[in-house]
């Protein structure tokens, strides 16, 4: 794919334009349905990117080029996140509830999002056509839409970013197995804790090590860091039950 930065000087208001060359109609049919979803959340009141406008333009019988107008992040979550925490008045666990809030929104909607990490979740200033500063959700292709809320564990195909995948479905991945029986909305709350461990330890080198150790060990661990910080208190007990082991 590729990004084309659009800037409107009069309205101040700044675009990216996304291109997708795609030879496989699957794919073509698979993009169509995030196209439909984002703008179906769009109307939700949650921190996604929408998609202002889109063109899709067959140029044979398999190949298709799509373009995504979508508003131009400033950053992604973990280059963002280090840029504003010395901001003034910058609270780190209203971002993380606001970004819970939005995944709480989705999964009401009985949807999993299945690859929540640091470059899925971007950063909108006010030149973005919104209301506020805000940290917002994206890239929808790996969804998936149950009909009603199954809160139990299910053989799903194992999908993700290896890094920010939760314990079960990462382990499956490691031994090559391309289904995994697990919980999803748990999984993608699991992911989102993990990107919220990225954003108080600032680096990726414990994030490896987080799904092999116990929770107690791991509550301690982010205790340290959250006192050399002078970070809210609260913050740890929010991650810990992110990040408890799924049974």
């Not at 950063?123 to 009603?148: G, T």
């Not at 929770?215 to 006192?227: M, R």
Request: hydrophobic letters at 40%.
């Amino acid at each position: 794919s590729f990004y084309y930065h659009l800037i409107f000087i009069y309205l101040i208001i700044k675009f990216a334009l996304k291109k997708l060359i795609i030879d496989e109609v699957d794919m073509v049919s698979q993009i169509k349905n995030e196209i439909e979803l984002v703008k179906y959340l769009s109307k939700k009141d949650v921190n996604i990117i929408p998609f202002h406008n889109f063109c899709i333009n067959k140029l044979d019988a398999t190949t298709h080029v799509i373009y995504l107008l979508m508003p131009l992040a400033e950053g992604d979550f973990s280059s963002h996140i280090m840029k504003i925490k010395s901001q003034r008045n910058f609270s780190l666990l209203n971002v993380f509830i606001e970004l819970i809030k939005t995944c709480a929104i989705i999964q009401r909607e009985n949807i999993c999002h299945r690859d929540i990490k640091p470059q899925n979740i971007l950063y909108l200033d006010e030149n973005s056509m919104i209301e506020a500063q805000k940290f917002c959700l994206c890239d929808f292709d790996e969804v998936i839409r149950f009909k009603e809320r199954c809160n139990s564990q299910m053989r799903l195909e194992v999908k993700g970013t290896q890094m920010f995948m939760s314990p079960i479905v990462y382990q499956a991945f490691r031994t090559g197995e391309h289904f995994v029986k697990h919980n999803p909305f748990k999984s993608d709350a699991y992911s989102l804790g993990l990107c919220f461990v990225y954003a108080i330890v600032k680096t990726y080198d414990v994030i490896m090590n987080i799904r092999e150790k116990e929770d107690d060990e791991n509550k301690k661990f982010l205790k340290q860091y959250i006192d050399r910080q002078e970070i809210n208190e609260d913050i740890v007990d929010l991650v810990m039950l992110m990040i408890a082991k799924e049974n």
